[in-house]
């Protein structure tokens, strides 16, 4: 779990190369992977949907064009990052704290994260907040990177503690920009363990896809 001045800090420094980043770190799969959520999301068929650490918004646009007459409203407690998401294209957006959420309970049918989880300060705190804001019989889906648990387990450790910090520092000019993301990957729960976590606090059926081999996943669960 992170410390929230550090994480918003570092995502204010290096806002304006965030989406350039992730594309090159990632080769371009984590397009991919939004696809996919949105295409789960798009089969339960949502009235209205809160994207929270929407960031630069791509995992909320990329929902806005599968679901044109949904309500997407995304969320970030991150202004650099949020102004972002608002000039790209998402519609409603709004500063917020994702552990104390502005909403009334079961304001939403559906509540996305996406690589926002595992930097909050507050595992079990923010998904009881994000079941609150859902209605009852609602879903969930959080989407973030995993520890692959075949072959490519340790390979992919070396490229996250010795390739993926350097890199990242050099496209954003923040030369610490990435170095936590290793170690804050490695304690994230993951596979049974997250959905161990979200059975803990009070959701129901949660399951997991893996994607890539193991080097992300993406959790459901209802409400």
């Known amino acids: 779990m992170q410390d929230p001045k550090f994480v918003q800090q570092l995502f204010s420094k290096i806002a304006d190369r965030y989406v350039v980043t992730n594309r ?79 909403f ?10 996406a690589f926002g989880l595992r930097n909050m300060a507050d595992y079990p705190a923010a998904l009881q907040e994000m079941k609150r804001v859902v209605r009852p019989g609602g879903h969930v889906l959080i989407l973030d990177f995993s520890l692959p648990t075949n072959v490519l387990r340790g390979p992919y450790r070396w490229y996250l503690h010795n390739v993926l910090p350097r890199l990242a520092g050099f496209l954003t000019g923040e030369n610490n920009a990435y170095k936590y993301l290793g170690e804050s990957i490695e304690a994230f729960p993951s596979g049974e363990g997250m959905e161990s976590l979200l059975h803990e606090q009070g959701f129901k059926n949660a399951q997991t896809v893996s994607l890539s081999l193991g080097i992300a996943s993406i959790y459901t669960a209802e409400c």
Not at 104 to 113: A, C, K, M, R
């Open 104 to 113: 009334e309970s079961d304001s939403f049918d559906v509540l996305t994260v």
């Open 24 to 102: 090159v770190l990632s080769l371009g799969v984590d397009i991919l992977w939004r696809h996919q959520v949105s295409r789960l999301v798009a089969g339960w068929r949502p009235e209205s949907l809160l994207d929270v650490a929407t960031g630069t918004g791509d995992l909320a646009l990329e929902i806005q064009r599968y679901l044109p007459n949904t309500r997407v409203v995304g969320s970030d407690f991150c202004q650099e990052m949020l102004s972002h998401a608002t000039e790209r294209g998402v519609k409603e957006t709004l500063v917020a704290d994702a552990l104390n959420l502005p």
